[in-house]
């Protein structure tokens, strides 16, 4: 690893902090910046706070024997701030809020909230946003609700591929956008969706602490979550790729404990690339020692190609931070 052009990524990810929130800070009439709602002003302050925070994060990142840790502590660290400020906003101080409607803080709420609504919202923007410029990264980096899952499946990795996957995924998805359109058409309002709304939510709940735990692979995010299978079937809009190097790989198989997502199974590796449930989280380069597992954009260097990413990222990350309120 070049460390004298790790400086590059890690210049880049404040300076692009900067130039791409100080236009909302600028422009927009509603405050956006929490910071700003809280002080005039302050909006400044909280871009300083990001942006060295970003430095320090793409730092740590640019290692891959440092990203399985890391990219845990950071998703985690995003997650209790998002919640931190939904539970002040609910309860204390609604500037902690954004505007509009509330809504139950689970990720299928991303998809069923506009389908109801019949309009998007900041987190869809948010969200089609991440895949187009990331890909799958959504599900590993800014997800407030995958990072429980994370922290659950943190244990022992079953190796065994998780069974009728992709007829849960696709059951799961369906019945959600299948629920937000007869609500929609029938005028549910109230309890009549919110108790729906919460069983749904519960069940997630249920998957993390029972089968996630259990087999040490994030089923939630994996096989439950109709966001998770959405973002499977989009993220080829972006151009990041992770392949297996078919020249250097030894089938040693070191790399499927690593992977929670289960999209390094036996036949994954010797198809050699990942399942579609890969999220280009990284953590698996740490475990192949051949170097063997790498990253792609384009015709770029499988290296230059992870920095690229990382950047991206950590940017859409530290953006993520700054802006993403109920």
């Not at 059951?171 to 629920?179: K, Y």
């Not at 990942?274 to 990253?295: A, F, K, N, R, V």
Request: net charge positive.
């Amino acid at each position: 690893m070049n460390r004298k052009r790790d400086w590059i990524p890690t210049l880049l990810v404040p300076l692009l902090t900067w130039l791409l929130l100080a236009p909302v800070q600028i422009a927009v009439d509603e405050p956006l910046l929490l910071f700003e709602r809280l002080i005039k002003g302050g909006g400044w302050v909280q871009i300083l706070l990001l942006s060295v925070f970003g430095f320090i994060v793409i730092r740590q990142m640019l290692d891959p024997m440092k990203v399985p840790l890391w990219r845990r502590r950071i998703w985690l660290i995003f997650s209790v701030y998002f919640f931190m400020q939904f539970a002040i906003g609910l309860f204390i101080d609604q500037r902690f809020l954004m505007t509009g409607k509330l809504h139950i803080p689970v990720p299928f709420m991303i998809a069923a909230g506009p389908i109801y609504r019949m309009q998007f919202s900041v987190m869809t923007l948010i969200f089609i946003s991440t895949i187009v410029l990331s890909g799958p990264a959504w599900c590993s980096h800014f997800c407030y609700f995958g990072a429980w899952d994370s922290l659950a499946a943190n244990g022992k990795t079953d190796r065994k591929p998780l069974k009728n996957k992709w007829l849960y995924k696709n059951i799961f998805l369906f019945l959600v956008i299948a629920g937000a359109l007869l609500f929609n058409l029938f005028g549910f309002r109230g309890l009549q969706t919110l108790i729906p709304a919460l069983v749904f939510a519960f069940g997630g709940v249920g998957v993390i602490l029972l089968i996630s735990r259990r087999k040490g692979k994030m089923v939630h995010c994996t096989l439950f979550c109709p966001i998770g299978t959405l973002v499977s079937y989009l993220k080829p809009v972006s151009p990041f790729r992770l392949r297996i190097e078919d020249s250097s790989c030894t089938n040693c198989m070191r790399c499927i404990p690593s992977c929670k997502y289960d999209a390094l199974n036996r036949d994954d590796i010797l198809n050699r690339k990942p399942g579609l449930t890969c999220t280009l989280c990284g953590d698996c380069l740490s475990s192949c020692q051949d170097g063997s597992i790498q990253y792609r954009f384009f015709k770029l260097k499988p290296e230059t190609s992870r920095r690229l990413f990382l950047v991206v990222v950590v940017t859409l990350y530290i953006l993520c931070m700054g802006m993403a309120r109920m």
